[in-house]
C-alpha cells in the first residue's frame, strides 16, 4: 500500500507471484537440507528440534532431493511473469538465489558449513521481498 502511495500504481498479481516463488525457495531450502545434512550425517542422535524426514526414514534421500527440486522448479516457474515483465534485474536477483536455496548446505562449497549459513538463506528468502513492492509496480 505504501507503494501504490508512493508511485501511484501497485502489481497485486507481481506481488503476489513473488511471495509464492519465495516461498517456494524457502521450502526447497528446507528440503535440500534435510536430504543433505543426513547424507553428510549431520542429523545425530544429539540433534534436537522438529524429526527430520531423511533421517527418521520416513522419505528416502532420492525422494526429498526430488521434492526440493519440485518446489525450486516451481519457483522458477512462478518468476516467468516477473522476468517478462521487469528483465535481466529479476535474472540478477533469482538465479544467485537458486544458487543459494541449494548451496545453503549442498554443492561444493556448503555455506551453512562454513558459517555462512544465514547469508545465504537471507539472500535467497529474506531480502528478496523487501525488492518486490518496488518491481511490483
Known amino acids: 500500500m505504501v507503494v501504490q502511495k508512493l508511485t501511484g500504481?501497485?502489481?497485486a498479481s507481481l506481488a503476489l507471484l513473488t511471495l509464492t516463488s519465495c516461498l517456494c525457495l524457502q521450502i526447497a531450502c528446507n528440503f535440500f537440507n534435510d536430504a543433505i545434512d543426513h547424507a553428510k550425517?549431520?542429523?545425530?542422535?544429539r540433534r534436537t528440534g522438529p524429526v527430520r524426514m531423511t533421517a527418521s526414514g520416513a522419505l528416502s534421500h532420492g525422494t526429498v532431493m526430488l521434492i526440493g527440486l519440485?518446489?525450486?522448479l516451481g519457483a522458477c516457474l512462478l518468476a516467468f511473469p516477473f522476468i517478462e515483465l521487469r528483465g535481466w534485474p529479476i535474472?540478477?536477483?533469482g538465479i544467485p538465489s537458486l544458487?543459494?536455496?541449494?548451496?545453503?548446505?549442498?554443492g561444493p562449497w556448503p555455506l551453512a558449513y562454513k558459517g555462512l549459513g544465514k547469508y545465504s538463506s537471507s539472500s535467497?528468502?529474506?531480502w528478496l521481498p523487501y525488492?518486490?513492492?518496488?518491481w511490483c509496480r
Do not use: C, K
Open 9 to 11: 500504481s501497485w502489481n
Open 41 to 45: 550425517h549431520a542429523d545425530t542422535e
Open 70 to 72: 519440485f518446489f525450486l
Open 91 to 93: 535474472l540478477a536477483i
Open 99 to 106: 544458487y543459494f536455496t541449494y548451496g545453503y548446505t549442498g
Open 124 to 126: 535467497s528468502s529474506d
Open 131 to 134: 525488492w518486490e513492492p518496488f
